[in-house]
């Protein structure tokens, strides 16, 4: 069994096979999806993903905004995102929300504010977060220790990419750690090390598809399917079965959202 915590599989890469997509993730074994809505609050395309994920098992959904679209942020947004919260019981997570100082789509002090706004709207609906961070770190683990710390509920440090010292530093905040299709790749001996000293207990995998296909699949669409390559490397990394790999990251998965996997 393996479970794909990030995917974002309501796109409109997926609009011409997507029950395809979902019957090769079943096929290889993936037993459930979290699929994260995204993009302009008022596009409809958080509706999209709840609406996706109440129509099939086994797929999740979590709504929020991304920091790309931070600017886009307002108490209308943030109305329709409480109301999906609320009226849908499979939204279980708040996000993706953080921060990304590389592309700068939103101002970095409108991304700052609306990371903590969301942080605080999430603690009060009692649900875990999914972070973004990318070359934020600092202010990332600035804002989640005002804002986070001390709630008693989980988040993941969704694809990550950084540091064992930022991973460190995530854990004290009760955050996960979810490996994406980045750990395969050649040039991710770094990335590799940091995932041998992960304590299992803390591990995720997910694919953040369409983006990031794993090795093999390089140069391709990626899919929920090909989350099992990353538990793969993982595996190899940690000296357990694939089948391990997968039981540990689903039960981990299970754990961070209150789940019976089995029953669902």
Known sequence: MFVDSHAHIDGPEFDADRHEVLQRARAAGVSAIL??????????????????????EGLYSAVGIHPHDARLFDDQAEQRITDLIKQNARVIAWGEIGLDFHYDNSPRDVQMDVFRRQLQLARAALLPVIIHTREAESETIQILRSEWQGSGLPGIMHCFSGTSELAEKAFDLGMFISFSGIVTFKNADDLRGVATEVPLGRLLIETDCPYLSPVPYRGKRNEPAYVVEVARCLAELRGVSLEEMGRITAENFAGVFKLDLGSD
């Open 35 to 56: 699929n994260v809505g995204t993009g302009d609050p008022n596009s409809g395309g958080l509706e999209g993903a709840v609406e996706l994920a109440e129509k099939h």
